[in-house]
């Protein structure tokens, strides 16, 4: 069964008497170590579609399975948890404390997972070493760069082995060196058969992924192999 199935999802907003579809007939499988893109124009749907895969927000017509499990009736509790134990997610801003050093940020997924102590930190310094920042492990944020800091979310999103990783506009605030950088990390994970869902509205970016879906007016406009890694696996 494919990691993500949503099937008919559609999104309305209500303020008042007012009310705004923003996503519509939504159909989209996405399977075990695929990599995809999510593209749009601004306004398109995107940020509601990551909100609803990353089950931040709830959907208001549809199904959505995320491994399986039927997750559009859970209460927040239980989406709370799903997120922490299925999702990894990777910010445009980074979202990382400021007052810690990388490994209490990489860890963090695993305290609310109730890990033992000794336990979450040998696996937050083997998901800093598998980001390239061994080096790194007891620096805060503030002495980071920006793409270092990145991988630090990468390896956060990473060390609780979640069946999906959700990056939204990932290299949005990044150099052109370290998106490049990034965009590596992701190639590697990819490579080791993580599943991956890119949000960008970065065509460059977008091409990194084996398949692009595009996002136009809260409907699924096309959804294609990018043409790299050979399409999807
Ligand atoms: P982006 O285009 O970068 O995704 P947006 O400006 O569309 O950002 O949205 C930023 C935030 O504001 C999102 O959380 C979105 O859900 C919310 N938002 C966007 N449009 C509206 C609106 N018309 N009314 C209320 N909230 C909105
Ligand atoms: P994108 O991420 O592609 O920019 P969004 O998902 O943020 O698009 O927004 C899609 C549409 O839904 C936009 O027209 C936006 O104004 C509207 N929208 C987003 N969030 C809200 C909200 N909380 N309330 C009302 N309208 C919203």
């Known amino acids: 069964a494919p990691v993500i199935e949503l099937d008919g999802v559609g999104k309305t907003y209500s303020s008042g008497a007012i009310e705004f579809e923003a996503l519509r007939g939504i159909d989209l499988a996405i399977h075990q170590g695929e990599y995809v893109a ?5 306004g398109s749907g995107k940020s509601t579609l990551m909100n609803i895969l990353g089950c931040l927000d709830t959907l208001t017509v549809g199904e959505y399975r995320l491994a399986g499990e039927n997750v559009g009736n859970l209460d927040e509790e ?8 299925r999702i990894g997610f990777v910010f445009q801003q980074f ?28 696996r937050a310094v ?8 061994a080096d ?10 920006g793409g270092q800091q990145q991988r630090v979310a990468v390896a956060r999103a990473l060390v609780g082995e979640p069946a999906l990783i959700l990056a939204d506009e990932p290299t949005g605030n990044l150099d052109s060196v370290s998106t490049a950088d990034v965009l590596a990390l992701f190639d590697e994970l990819h490579a080791q058969g993580r599943t991956i869902i890119l949000i960008t509205h970065e065509l460059e970016v ?28």
């Open 38 to 42: 999510i593209m749009g124009p601004s």
């Open 126 to 133: 083997a998901a800093l070493e598998r980001v390239g920042l």
């Open 78 to 85: 239980d989406l709370a948890q799903i997120r922490n134990q």
């Open 206 to 233: 977008a091409q990194q992924a084996s398949r692009i879906v595009w996002v136009r007016d809260g409907a699924i406009h096309s959804d294609s192999p990018s043409g790299r890694h050979g399409g999807p696996a």
């Open 136 to 145: 790194r492990v007891d620096n805060r944020p503030g002495e980071l760069s």
């Open 95 to 122: 979202n990382l404390l400021p007052s810690l050093p990388s490994w209490r940020n990489v860890e963090l997924p695993l305290v609310y997972g109730r890990v033992e102590k000794a336990e979450r930190q040998r």
